[in-house]
């Protein structure tokens, strides 16, 4: 089976789980769950590469936090708590930070212990912290439609930015991190997550009632906003391939058949979640 009609199968078979688990979030806050699983799968990925590598991250510790740093932003899960989630987040933060360094008073080998330290900390904030923005994302006031815009930019930059490099691609993007990227796949990425973006406008532009209109939302702010998740969308997927290069490595995983792991998926959907959060709550 040719890795393109994994891809596609592996599309059609997740996509009707993201959406569902978008989509209803009442009584059981389906999506954080998505994320947990996600997140925690992600991170496993994350550290187990490293192991591979020599390197001796707190594993099970950063699992831990990670999944911590993404429930601590859903409101349920800390409602009964005599804070908010702000605090709970710095004191997590202060925990990943301190009992590590801590730990690795006793861990030989001494000379390799801030490596450690440091990898430790390097999957708690890639995996859990970027992810759990995806589920503030989702609390916020039309939080579905969103995670949806998020979403649907993302992967439309992504198929536009594959097909357009395939076949027309002539120019290398980053050829030491990414020789398959092409600048043209990259334009193509950028159209792409335009024209979808057109999806979420008011329902006032289309003739018809649009249950992911996004109210404020003009035709400037919908592209531009879609143009910088693409953007940040690719470097997130640079990131993860200098990451990938650096462990010596195709794939994080093979969860995903035609897509590799869960940690192969993080890197345009954080760093998108990431850019459409602060979006709306900095700007809009």
């Given at each position: 089976?040719?890795?393109?009609?994994?891809?596609?199968?592996t599309?059609?078979v997740?996509?009707p789980l993201?959406?569902?688990?978008?989509?209803?979030q009442?009584?059981?806050?389906?999506?954080?769950?998505?994320i947990?699983?996600?997140?925690?799968?992600?991170?496993?990925?994350?550290?187990?590469?490293?192991?591979?590598?020599?390197?001796?991250?707190m594993?099970?510790?950063g699992?831990v936090?990670?999944?911590?740093?993404?429930?601590?932003?859903?409101?349920?899960?800390?409602?009964?708590l005599?804070t908010?989630?702000?605090?709970?987040l710095?004191a997590?933060?202060?925990?990943?930070?301190v009992?590590?360094?801590?730990?690795?008073?006793?861990r030989?080998p001494?000379?390799?212990a801030f490596i450690?330290?440091?990898?430790?900390?390097?999957?708690?904030?890639?995996?859990?912290?970027?992810?759990?923005?995806?589920v503030?994302?989702?609390?916020?006031?039309?939080?579905?439609n969103?995670?949806?815009?998020?979403?649907?930019?993302?992967?439309?930059?992504?198929?536009?930015?594959f097909?357009?490099?395939r076949?027309?691609g002539r120019?290398k993007?980053?050829?030491?991190?990414?020789?398959?990227?092409?600048?043209?796949?990259?334009?193509g990425?950028?159209?792409?997550?335009?024209?979808?973006?057109?999806?979420?406008?008011?329902?006032?532009f289309?003739?018809?009632?649009?249950?992911?209109?996004?109210?404020?939302?003009?035709?400037?702010?919908?592209?531009?906003?879609a143009i910088?998740?693409?953007?940040f969308?690719?470097?997130?997927?640079?990131?993860?391939?200098?990451?990938k290069r650096?462990?010596?490595?195709?794939?994080?995983?093979?969860?995903?058949?035609g897509?590799?792991?869960?940690?192969d998926?993080?890197?345009?959907?954080?760093f998108?979640?990431?850019?459409?959060y602060?979006?709306?709550?900095?700007?809009?």
């Amino acid at each position: 089976m040719s890795t393109l009609l994994k891809r596609i199968l592996t599309v059609l078979v997740t996509l009707p789980l993201v959406i569902a688990a978008t989509w209803f979030q009442q009584p059981v806050p389906w999506f954080t769950i998505l994320i947990l699983v996600w997140s925690g799968v992600a991170t496993w990925e994350f550290y187990s590469l490293n192991k591979k590598n020599g390197l001796k991250p707190m594993m099970y510790f950063g699992i831990v936090i990670s999944l911590l740093l993404v429930a601590v932003r859903e409101p349920r899960f800390v409602s009964g708590l005599n804070t908010n989630s702000g605090s709970l987040l710095l004191a997590i933060f202060t925990i990943a930070i301190v009992i590590p360094l801590i730990w690795m008073l006793k861990r030989e080998p001494h000379n390799e212990a801030f490596i450690s330290w440091a990898w430790t900390l390097a999957g708690i904030c890639y995996v859990g912290f970027l992810m759990g923005h995806l589920v503030a994302l989702r609390d916020l006031e039309y939080g579905r439609n969103w995670v949806f815009f998020a979403l649907l930019a993302t992967f439309a930059s992504d198929t536009a930015a594959f097909f357009v490099g395939r076949g027309l691609g002539r120019h290398k993007l980053a050829p030491v991190i990414s020789p398959s990227k092409t600048w043209e796949g990259s334009m193509g990425g950028i159209l792409g997550a335009g024209l979808i973006s057109l999806v979420f406008l008011p329902s006032a532009f289309f003739t018809w009632s649009n249950p992911l209109h996004l109210p404020g939302l003009n035709v400037f702010s919908a592209i531009t906003l879609a143009i910088l998740v693409s953007i940040f969308g690719q470097l997130g997927d640079l990131v993860e391939s200098l990451f990938k290069r650096n462990m010596k490595a195709k794939d994080s995983g093979s969860i995903l058949p035609g897509h590799g792991g869960a940690l192969d998926r993080v890197d345009s959907v954080a760093f998108a979640g990431v850019m459409v959060y602060y979006f709306v709550w900095l700007i809009l």
